[in-house]
């Protein structure tokens, strides 16, 4: 499918959201995007995997990214999209379509930007760190995401949200020893013994670390559990993975301590995590975009690639159309009215 960057951006978030791109499957999207940069004369457009990189070269004193993910979480037979009054419904419409629609259309109608801007649309976000696109190009071609400020334009329903929350998953392993269910006194029940663990999660209470003047909300869950062997054994194992969301006051070292002091006994092991970023806001280049958009300021609930750009010494925040809390949701839409504020304000910003 061709995009129009020079449609009306409601009809192009429809557009982008319409080309199904789940977090593995973002070629067509990619496809998609880097046929409509390309042409474009003021941008010189680089392609790496499913990730796609258009950048001005006016010379300009400071260059600033605006970059998005093209994938999504996994359909919830919420494609194709559908427009109802003022919203448009369908999968990636809040995280990040809306987004993606207004850097695409910065990048089409901004031909001379008061600062250079780089702009970075990179595939799978919603997964394990290790298959993100915009990690890979930070170990490949970091010279492609130089810059004094980065905007990542996630959910935050026309506020600026700083920093975000890190992300661990663990699984915790309860044991036990198998023996006939018919004579289960001979073993011990791993999936009995997992009640223990959900003990520990059912007692938590989420810390709200203040964060450089921004409140935080952690959280720990339980995503998946796994045990049993067959309807008629005692199972010797039984493995809960959880979730940690941790606030910008804690490295990823300091989280994965703290949970395996919450689960001492258990057997602990990390599959997955990735940092925390602090806000930042008083970075001057923030300070800048937060005097230009005029828009307010919260936390970043959800993890984001500011901890990527802030690893790579980058200050970055969150700012985009999409409502955080439909993301991943069946029914998510996102309110026409503030696709089109968060662009008028990018615009704003851009050619300030
Ligand atoms: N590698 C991470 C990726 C998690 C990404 C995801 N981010 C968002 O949903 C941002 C939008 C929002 O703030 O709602 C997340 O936080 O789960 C992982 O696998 O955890």
Redesign the pocket.
Known sequence: MRLDLHADVAELTAAVVDIESVSGAERALADAVEAALRPLPHLTVERDGDAVVARTGLGRAERVVIAGHLDT?PLNGNLPSRMEGDRLYGCGTT??KSGLAVALRLAATVPEPSRDVTYVFYEC?????DR?GLRRLASVRPELLEGDFAVLM???AGQI?GG??G?V?VDVTATGARAHSARAWMGSNAIHAAGTILDVLRAYEPARPVVDGLEYHEGLNAVFIRGGVAGNVIPDECVVTV?Y?FAPDKSLDKAVAYLRDLFAGFDVAVT?G?PAARPGLTHPAAAAFVAATGAPVRA?????DVAQFAELGVPAV?YGP?E??L??TKDEYVEIPLIRECERRMRAWLTS
């Open positions: 979480v995280d990040m976000e919603e997964v394990e760190a993100n996630e959910p935050t949200e975000c929350q992300t998953r979730n969301r997955d990735a970043k609930l959800g993890w984001t969150n999409g955080p809390t993301a991943h």
